[in-house]
C-alpha cells in the first residue's frame, strides 16, 4: 500500500481527511482516467470513430476506377505536356469533384474534431501525468 501513503498526504492535505477506502478508490479513478485518456490520445485505440470512413473510402474506391489512383484521366493537356517535359505529375483527388465534395468537406470537419479531442486527451492526460508523476513510483 505504499502508493496510497502518498496519495494519502496529498488528499489529506487538500481534502483534512484520512479515509483508505476513499484514498484507493480516488487513486484508482485518477490512475485510470490517465489510462483512458492516453488510449483516446492514440489515433489506433481512440473510440471516436469519424462516421464518413465508409462513404470516404467508397468514394476513393470509386474515383481510381474512375479516374487512375491519381487522377491520371483528369489531367489537362498542359499537365501531360509538362509531365512529359519535366517527369512532374500533376495529380488530383476525390474532393476536387463536385459530386464528392459535400461529403469530403463533411469527413475532413468530423476528422478535424476528432483530431482536437485527441489533443484535448492527451493535453489532459500528461497533466495528471504531471502532478501525479512521483506518487506512480511510490
Given at each position: ?24 478508490k ?70 476536387e ?7 469530403c ?34
Amino acid at each position: 500500500m505504499t502508493k496510497v501513503t502518498s496519495v494519502r498526504r496529498r488528499f489529506i492535505n487538500e481534502n483534512d481527511r484520512d479515509n483508505d477506502e476513499v484514498i484507493k478508490k480516488t487513486w484508482d479513478e485518477i490512475v485510470n482516467r490517465m489510462i483512458f485518456l492516453f488510449r483516446e490520445a492514440s489515433e489506433d485505440t481512440c473510440t471516436m470513430i469519424n462516421p464518413y470512413e465508409d462513404e470516404i473510402h467508397s468514394a476513393r474506391d470509386d474515383f481510381t476506377k474512375r479516374f487512375g489512383f491519381f487522377g491520371e484521366k483528369l489531367m489537362t493537356d498542359e499537365e501531360k505536356e509538362n509531365a512529359e517535359k519535366t517527369r512532374l505529375h500533376a495529380w488530383h483527388s476525390v474532393s476536387e469533384l463536385p459530386e464528392y465534395k459535400e461529403m469530403c468537406d463533411k469527413y475532413f470537419e468530423e476528422d478535424r474534431k476528432i483530431a482536437e479531442y485527441r489533443v484535448k486527451c492527451k493535453d489532459e492526460a500528461f497533466e495528471l501525468f504531471t502532478k501525479y508523476f512521483y506518487d506512480l513510483w511510490d
